[in-house]
């Protein structure tokens, strides 16, 4: 049962570089989510997808872009890589419904120099 | 817009001592409350949830009561171990896969 799979786990990435960190679920979950982790900031939402073909923004969306295509897939691109892109960054999926737990990949720690 | 605000940290505390960490909210309608654990070098995972008011969740002999008259959602446990070290975030879902966080609080628990 692998749940939410993210790679890779770490990167190193210098300024204006692009990439797409992975995200996969095996769950048949709706929803879908990427949020960054950063000290004293606790997790903030970057996109989130309802639904295959359906993505909106969240409360930091400005630098990065996703698609979602299947159910199971929801990568984050990151467009041209800056210093404060520097974060550890979570996906989550969840059944439909607010009382729903999100389950949470292992994490991506990306530093950008 | 939403907002959840918890306790300034990190705490730190003796084996057996008795914890709270505190959780206020804010929001538009009418929330989902949820504790999420982060274990050293992990993703988060769900400690207890409450899905509306007065309801209590607990789990792991973790507790907290969904209280709308205070907007608070604060967790408790009597008795915590060295094995309950890790950061703990209290969250709201309104629904649409969105959960709002709080700031996170660490916990270290010494022998």
């Known amino acids: 049962n692998a749940g939410v799979t993210q790679t890779p786990k770490f990167q190193v990435l210098k300024t204006g570089q692009s990439m797409t960190l992975q995200c996969a679920q095996d769950m048949n979950h709706e929803y879908m989510s990427w949020y960054r982790q950063d000290p004293g900031m606790g997790l903030r939402l970057i996109h989130y997808s309802v639904g295959a073909g359906i993505t909106d923004q969240g409360e930091v969306p400005n630098g990065y872009n996703v698609s979602r295509s299947t159910t199971e897939d929801f990568p984050l691109r990151l467009l041209s890589a800056a210093p404060s892109q520097t974060s550890v960054y979570f996906c989550?999926?969840?059944?439909?419904?607010?009382?729903?737990?999100?389950?949470f990949g292992q994490g991506t720690r990306l530093t950008v120099v | 817009g939403n907002s959840v605000t918890q306790m300034e940290g990190p705490v730190t505390l003796s084996e057996e001592a008795f914890l709270t960490i505190n959780c206020t909210y804010t929001?538009?309608?009418?929330?989902?409350l949820f504790w999420y654990v982060q274990y050293p070098g992990e993703g988060l995972q769900l400690l207890l949830k409450a899905t509306k008011a007065d309801d209590k969740g607990s789990n792991k002999g973790f507790e907290a009561t969904y209280r709308k008259e205070t907007t608070s959602f604060h967790l408790e446990k009597g008795s915590v171990q060295v094995s309950d070290s890790a950061v703990y975030f209290c969250?709201?879902?309104?629904?649409?896969?969105?959960?709002?966080f709080g700031q996170g609080t660490i916990l270290t628990v010494h022998p």
């Open positions: 969250a709201l879902s309104e629904g649409t896969g969105k959960l709002t």
């Open positions: 929001a538009t309608g009418y929330p989902s």
């Open positions: 989550a999926s969840s059944y439909e419904g607010r009382n729903t737990e999100a389950f």
